[in-house]
């Protein structure tokens, strides 16, 4: 399909045609992570089913453990979709990933438990995080590009940064209907014993929704004309490896936020029952909330780094974040208000958005449209896995071992490295590789 061409004032005015696949592509999006957090939401009610201990501790680091394992494919699933994205199409690499995307979550919704099928269960609740780990490793770079070249230059931190609203989105979709279910429809033990799978159903008919929206999605310019040489190295390994500095700077940006993002959002839910002793629906309510803040947060932080550059907000984050992690979680520890434990998660939430609003496209301005979704999405998608994927492992495992607190000064020296990258990189709004 040939795609009309972006048409953009001084401005920075945005086409009605790149608008809507904008919103199409961050729709889809949406949906796979949905997909992907609705594990992590709903956790709480299906450890038990398929590690039958009495320590529900050890039932959630066991659970956190197949999470962290279903990272472990993103750096795959990053090489592949990135791999396809540059020499197939975005469009295309987008529209399989949501397919493999809705097939784990359609597993787990049909697995048996423990007591019904015995090893068997956990191996096949492994199986769809592994499916479900490739799909949303692709996801993430490939979408990223996508978005990024779709916008135009001025508006393009403001546009990217619906990567993270529709991101965050599919988390609050998953806890909304956990706040449904728990305030409405069933009863605690209802959710232990069936509840669960309701959400994983939800997930794979919401695939097939995002299955037509990016059926319908226009390809980027930059793609098209890259398509137009018939280059054979697009999307290689070996094209990738001619990009080293840019390489390391995507794992060093990422290292610090992935952790600080990972640990207030995904693992944030368990920390409010197990460590500050809430109640599920409390801590439920609590991420509701401060999620939908987060959310709303995105595009603001996105459309002043199109002001006042990019770098400006990275440093913001990585010396707020330095500071500030170990006095935030140690004051959220020792909350017993409901209102004092929104506002501590709010302000680390405000703190991480300087990275999280626009990381995305800083990673797409450091490479050339022929290596852009690899280079985007393997490198992210390998530290994701190292740090991001096991944030709420290590956290669990800390604190069964008594030393929580190691845990807040893991995220702070993490974040204090990528600092040191903000630090002495080049502002990508000015220096970009999409232009």
């Not at 953009?8 to 949905?34: F, H, M, P, Q």
């Not at 750096?75 to 995307?101: E, H, N």
Request: proline fraction near 3%; charged fraction near 10%; include cysteine.
């Amino acid at each position: 399909m040939i795609f009309p061409q972006r048409m953009s004032d001084r401005n920075g005015a945005i086409s009605a045609t790149t608008l809507k696949s904008i919103i199409g592509g961050s729709i889809g999006n949406l949906v796979e992570w949905y997909d992907w957090y609705a594990y992590s939401a709903f956790a709480l009610y299906f450890s038990s089913s398929f590690f039958p201990q009495d320590n529900p501790t050890a039932q959630l680091l066991n659970t956190a453990g197949i999470f962290a394992l279903g990272f472990l494919m993103r750096p795959l699933g990053g090489w592949l979709f990135g791999r396809i994205a540059d020499k197939v199409g975005r469009k295309q690499s987008m529209t399989l990933s949501v397919l493999l995307m809705s097939l784990g979550s359609l597993l787990i919704a049909l697995t048996p438990t423990y007591k019904t099928i015995g090893i068997l269960a956990p191996v096949l609740l492994l199986v769809a995080r592994l499916l479900q780990g490739l799909s949303v490793g692709g996801e993430y770079g490939v979408s990223a590009t996508y978005l990024s070249e779709m916008a135009s230059r001025n508006r393009r931190g403001f546009y990217s940064s619906f990567q993270y609203v529709t991101l965050i989105g599919g988390q609050l979709i998953a806890l909304a209907i956990q706040l449904i279910l728990q305030k409405l429809l069933l009863t605690e033990e209802q959710l232990h014993e069936w509840g669960w799978r309701i959400p994983f159903v939800i997930g794979a008919i919401l695939s097939v929704v995002a299955l037509y929206l990016r059926q319908n999605l226009h390809e980027t310019t930059a793609f098209t004309a890259q398509q137009a040489k018939g280059e054979a190295r697009k999307g290689t390994i070996r094209e990738l490896l001619k990009h080293p500095r840019a390489v390391a700077t995507v794992v060093g940006l990422t290292l610090g936020g992935t952790l600080a993002f990972y640990t207030y959002t995904t693992y944030m839910q368990k920390f409010l029952v197990n460590t500050v002793h809430l109640s599920k629906s409390e801590s439920t309510l609590i991420s509701f909330v401060s999620l939908l803040f987060f959310a709303l947060l995105q595009p603001v932080f996105g459309a002043l780094s199109d002001r006042i550059g990019r770098r400006p907000l990275l440093i913001g984050f990585g010396v707020l974040g330095t500071l500030g992690t170990v006095p935030l979680l140690t004051l959220l520890s020792h909350t017993t208000n409901l209102y004092g434990a929104f506002f501590l998660l709010l302000i680390a939430l405000i703190i991480v958005s300087g990275y999280t609003s626009i990381n995305a496209v800083v990673k797409a301005e450091l490479f050339p449209a022929e290596i852009r979704a690899l280079g985007v999405g393997l490198p992210y998608a390998l530290t994701v896995a190292l740090f991001g994927g096991t944030a709420e492992y290590v956290a669990l495992w800390l604190k069964n071992q008594g030393h929580e607190t190691y845990f807040y000064w893991y995220i702070t020296g993490c974040i204090f490295l990528s600092l040191l990258v903000y630090l002495f990189m080049k502002d990508t709004r000015k220096h970009s590789q999409i232009d």
